[in-house]
């Protein structure tokens, strides 16, 4: 069974500039949360969707933007990219609230 | 969000078991303990969880406290390949949080061959 897909794996941008960020989530999965990896901050949760809904949200500005669409894949954006942006971005997926959660290798963004 | 504390860093000789614990004073009826690994340039990865009994899994054991305020994530034979950071993360069963995780700092594992 393929696991959780994200692409794309890496990617250099602007400051200034915006991206997105795709995951495809373990087939059968409603639910997908994303997660920002940095050294200095480790990891932070972003937001998790549930069936294209958004059900929780962390502590990012409004720059940092998701959706899901109804075959439960998942985009993450963020705009006006800076500096402090650059990380790993996870992504991971789950049946439902109490099921293990499953995490994808990440996508690594450089904002230069 | 309930809290975890983790050793910053430990450090096992291969094929010997290890022994990464983890205290979490302030759990709740409801919360699982949850144990998951980040190998190097990976996501994280799933090890296993439990509630109040000890659990067993083909990658580890989880050993529960009897008060639940602490647990020990046991690694019977370390290979080179567990070296990892761990992470113990309190997960609330009664789903209030949905699937969102809060991850600390975790313990950063050496194994040495």
């Known amino acids: 069974k393929a696991g959780v897909t994200q692409t794309p794996r890496y990617l250099i941008k602007t400051r200034g500039q915006q991206v997105t960020l795709s995951c495809s989530p373990i087939?059968?999965?409603?639910?997908v949360s994303w997660y920002q990896q940095t050294p200095g901050q480790g990891l932070q949760f972003l937001f998790e969707?549930?069936?294209?809904?958004?059900?929780n949200k962390g502590n990012f500005p409004g720059r940092f933007s998701g959706r899901q669409f109804s075959n439960s894949r998942s985009e993450m954006n963020v705009s006006t990219l800076e500096l402090g942006d650059s990380a790993l971005y996870l992504c991971?997926?789950?049946?439902?609230?109490?099921?293990?959660?499953?995490f994808g290798e990440g996508s690594w963004l450089t904002v230069v | 969000d309930a809290k975890t504390t983790q050793p910053n860093s430990m450090e096992s000789n291969e094929e010997e078991p290890v022994h990464l614990p983890c205290n979490h004073s302030?759990?709740?009826?409801?919360?699982?303990i949850h144990w998951y690994r980040q190998l190097p340039s990976q996501g994280p990865e799933y090890v296993i969880h439990?509630?109040?009994s000890n659990v067993n899994n083909r990658m580890a054991s989880l050993a529960i406290a009897e008060d639940r305020k602490s647990s020990t994530l046991i690694l019977h034979r370390a290979t080179l390949r567990d070296a990892a950071v761990y992470y113990c993360?309190?997960?609330?069963?009664?789903?209030?949080?949905?699937?969102?995780?809060?991850f600390g700092a975790g313990t950063i594992l050496r194994v040495k061959s």
């Open positions: 991971a997926s789950s049946l439902g609230n109490r099921n293990t959660i499953y």
């Open positions: 302030t759990i709740s009826g409801t919360d699982y």
């Open positions: 087939s059968g999965h409603r639910s």
């Open positions: 969707y549930f069936s294209e809904t958004q059900r």
């Open positions: 993360i309190l997960r609330d069963s009664g789903g209030e949080y949905g699937n969102k995780l809060v």
């Open positions: 439990g509630l109040t």
